[in-house]
């Protein structure tokens, strides 16, 4: 059963970077594309960043040039690193394949961004 743990959260100003850490039991990351996700209050889970086996990154509009994506494979972990955080992307972010699998949800980190 693969598990996935994301780390890194927390309460930043506007402005702020937070560097999140997804890290995964199994050795799924090198081989699969990865993407970060994120859920605000009584929002939808939308997708935010996929990175994919070859490095090809893709985001959300609303965070490109501020997030970056990336992959260490040898460590089976993912990262998303944020600067000039806004209110808005005040959410629990999580992480999972792209596409998602329902089993491979985990418990998110909760990111909050102050005005």
């Known amino acids: 059963q693969v598990q996935l743990v994301e780390s890194g959260g927390g309460l930043v100003q506007a402005g702020g970077s937070l560097r999140l850490s997804c890290a995964a039991s199994?050795?799924?990351?090198?081989?699969?594309?990865m993407g970060w996700y994120r859920q605000a209050p009584g929002k939808q889970r939308e997708l935010v960043a996929v990175?994919?086996?070859?490095?090809?990154?893709n985001y959300a509009d609303s965070v490109k040039g501020r997030f970056t994506i990336s992959r260490d494979n040898a460590k089976n972990t993912v990262y998303l690193q944020m600067n000039s955080l806004k209110p808005e992307d005040t959410a629990v972010y999580y992480c999972?394949?792209?596409?998602?699998?329902?089993?491979?949800w985990g418990q998110g980190t909760q990111v909050t961004v102050s005005s």
């Open positions: 990175i994919t086996s070859d490095y090809i990154r």
């Open positions: 199994g050795s799924i990351v090198s081989i699969n594309a």
């Open positions: 999972n394949k792209r596409p998602p699998l329902n089993d491979y």
